[in-house]
């Protein structure tokens, strides 16, 4: 009878640690990611659609996730199609090879006063990175916000068409290491 009660009080435990995991799924349609690429005689913005993704959360930390980035829907503002080809090609992310990048959420400082800390990899490429960016989290009627400012320095997958760490003379054809990612996600 007492391992019987024993048991039970353990399983019990288990599943209240278990329920209070929260797993969300990213609405893929109102999450906006947002890009933003500079060089020596100026800048390119677009966007990049999320394909899905899912993060755990508990006691206000993230405590994992997945997020799956379809690299096909890379758009620049301008329509520049000339420069979609380029950056579509190998010189950059190599499209057609990687249509997918992913970035796995290891875990999360607590979100405590609205924001926090979050660790991870990122693959572009087929090229793994450890990455830690600051996000802040809103909860609001529709599900829950996170906003984040996440820089990629591209030459840690690769990417390395005209960057100054590794070609010389240059000069303002240099494109610049590191691009940024605006992310406003979305899940429920």
């Given at each position: 009878m007492k391992k019987a009660l024993l048991f039970l009080t353990i399983a019990g435990l288990f599943l209240?640690?278990?329920?209070?995991?929260?797993?969300?799924?990213?609405?893929?349609?109102?999450t906006k990611l947002l890009w933003l690429g500079e060089k020596v005689t100026g800048q390119h913005t677009g966007t990049i659609k999320l394909k899905s993704g899912w993060l755990s959360l508990q006691d206000n930390k993230i405590?994992?996730?997945?997020?799956?980035?379809?690299?096909?829907t890379l758009k620049e503002t301008e329509n520049n199609a000339m420069l979609m080809g380029?950056?579509?090609?190998?010189?950059?992310?190599?499209v057609v090879k990687f249509p997918v990048a992913k970035l796995v959420i290891s875990g999360?400082?607590?979100?405590?006063k609205g924001s926090g800390v979050v660790t991870g990899s990122l693959t572009i490429k087929d090229i793994t990175n450890p990455i830690e960016f600051k996000a802040t989290m809103q909860k609001k009627d529709e599900g829950t916000w996170f906003f984040a400012n996440i820089t990629v320095d591209?030459?840690?997958y690769n990417i390395r068409y005209g960057s100054g760490s590794f070609f010389d003379n240059l000069g303002d054809k240099t494109v610049y290491d590191e691009f940024k990612l605006k992310v406003n996600l979305l899940v429920k």
């Open positions: 209240v640690n278990v329920g209070a995991q929260n797993k969300l799924t990213a609405d893929t349609a109102a405590v994992s996730g997945e997020f799956l980035i379809d690299m096909t380029h950056l579509k090609s190998d010189d950059f992310f190599g999360s400082t607590p979100f405590d591209r030459t840690k």
